[in-house]
Structure formats: structure tokens, C-alpha cells
């Protein structure tokens, strides 16, 4: 049982590019959500998901897409990297009568 | 739209102090969840307790404490003999699917 399995742990990219930040889950999780931690404001909610096929906006979800094929994946697109998006990334999964666990994060720096 | 607050930005104490975060949230659902979640230098993420908004019965884990008051809408955190371990960023959330978080309180304890 890995729990949350967050892959990169650390990207740069150069502004413009695109990439997926991708978040596994092998406990059978329904629920899971994208947020990004910057200094002095906390961690802010990009995206969620209650169910494979369903997504909704968080509070700061412009540049980031999300989709949800399966109950175990919730990949994280940034269309083109802006450096407004260097940020640390992290990625959660809730059981129904439980806390979000959460991945170790993705650290992203964009140039 | 539902808000979680956390005045206290930063908090300094001595090892052995007691020490009580403060946790204000808004909200018009008669039905949620609070949580406080732990960050230490790590930067991992991890729970700590959560609240259904019907059971306003303090909890007592070891040296940690919780006061959940639906009447001031606060759901403070108290440490007890803090430890220099206890040192890290704390964050309040509320809510179930999606969780939103506070900015979090930076708790240093120091020998």
C-alpha cells in the first residue's frame, strides 16, 4: 500500500512548456484534489474530483487542466508554464470517514 | 463562500509552554467537516484530527488538545508542554470534498 504517489518530485521548466504532474492513489480513494502551497498563502485548491469521470474548479484553477480516467490516477497539466506557477504541488486522496492523505509533493520552478 | 482563518501568522514559544492555534472558519452549511493537518520541515503533510460539525466534544490526544465551539465558529488547537518537535507549520481546513485550508500558523518551539 504506497498511499499517494506524487511523480516529479522536482521539475524545472522554461516558460511556455507544458507538462503533466502525476498523482497516484492504490486505496481505492474517490475523492482527490490538486493544491499548490505558496509562501504566505497556504495551500489553495486547484482542482477536484469525486469520482473517475467527474472534476470541478478549486479556487485557482486557470493554466491547469485535470481529468480523471480511473479511480487511481489524477494528472495535473500545466498548458504553458508561466512563472506564476513555481510553486510546490501537492496532491490528496480522501476516504469516505477519514483526512485527505496527501502525496510528498512536486516542487516546480519555472524560468 | 466558505473561509477559513487563521490570524495568528506566526508563534514563538519556549519548550514546555503550552500553546493554543486559532482556528475561525465561515460557513452557512449546517453540515461539515474541520480539520488541522501538520507540516514539519519536511514538508510533508500530515493529519491530525477531524470534526464533524455535529460533535462539539473537545478530543484530547496526548499533548494535543481540540475546542470546537459552533457558536464562536472556531476550532482551536492547543499543544501542551510543546516540544521542540512540534515545531512546524499547522493548517485549518474545513469542508469535506473540497477541503479548504487556512494560511497556517508557523509554530516554532524553541530549546
Known amino acids: 500500500n504506497a498511499g499517494v504517489t506524487q511523480t516529479p518530485k522536482f521539475q524545472v521548466l522554461k516558460t511556455g512548456q507544458s507538462m503533466t504532474l502525476q498523482c497516484a492513489q492504490d486505496?481505492?480513494?474517490?475523492?482527490m484534489s490538486w493544491y499548490r502551497q505558496d509562501p504566505g498563502m497556504g495551500l489553495r485548491l486547484i482542482h477536484y474530483?469525486?469520482?473517475?469521470?467527474?472534476?470541478d474548479q478549486g479556487e485557482v484553477p486557470n493554466g491547469y487542466n485535470v481529468s480523471r480516467s480511473t479511480t487511481e490516477d489524477f494528472p495535473l497539466r500545466l498548458l504553458s508554464a508561466a512563472p506564476s506557477q513555481t510553486s510546490v504541488y501537492f496532491c490528496?486522496?480522501?476516504?469516505?470517514?477519514?483526512?485527505?492523505?496527501f502525496g510528498s509533493g512536486t516542487r516546480l520552478t519555472v524560468v | 463562500a466558505q473561509k477559513v482563518t487563521q490570524a495568528q501568522t506566526e508563534i514563538s514559544v519556549v519548550e514546555k509552554e503550552d500553546v493554543t492555534l486559532d482556528c475561525v472558519y465561515e460557513?452557512?452549511?449546517?453540515?461539515?467537516?474541520l480539520f488541522w493537518y501538520k507540516q514539519p520541515p519536511s514538508g510533508e503533510l500530515v493529519f491530525l484530527i477531524r470534526?464533524?460539525?455535529?460533535?462539539?466534544q473537545n478530543e484530547i490526544s496526548g499533548r494535543y488538545s481540540w475546542n470546537f465551539q459552533k457558536s464562536t465558529s472556531s476550532f482551536n488547537f492547543t499543544i501542551t508542554a510543546s516540544q521542540v518537535v512540534d515545531s512546524a507549520v499547522y493548517f485549518c481546513?474545513?469542508?469535506?470534498?473540497?477541503?479548504?485550508f487556512g494560511k497556517g500558523t508557523r509554530l516554532s518551539v524553541i530549546a
Open positions: 490528496a486522496s480522501r476516504a469516505p470517514s477519514y483526512g485527505y492523505t
Open positions: 486505496m481505492n480513494h474517490e475523492y
Open positions: 474530483s469525486v469520482g473517475a469521470g467527474i472534476t
Open positions: 460557513t452557512r452549511d449546517t453540515t461539515y467537516y
Open positions: 470534526r464533524n460539525s455535529f460533535d462539539e
Open positions: 481546513g474545513w469542508g469535506n470534498t473540497p477541503l479548504v
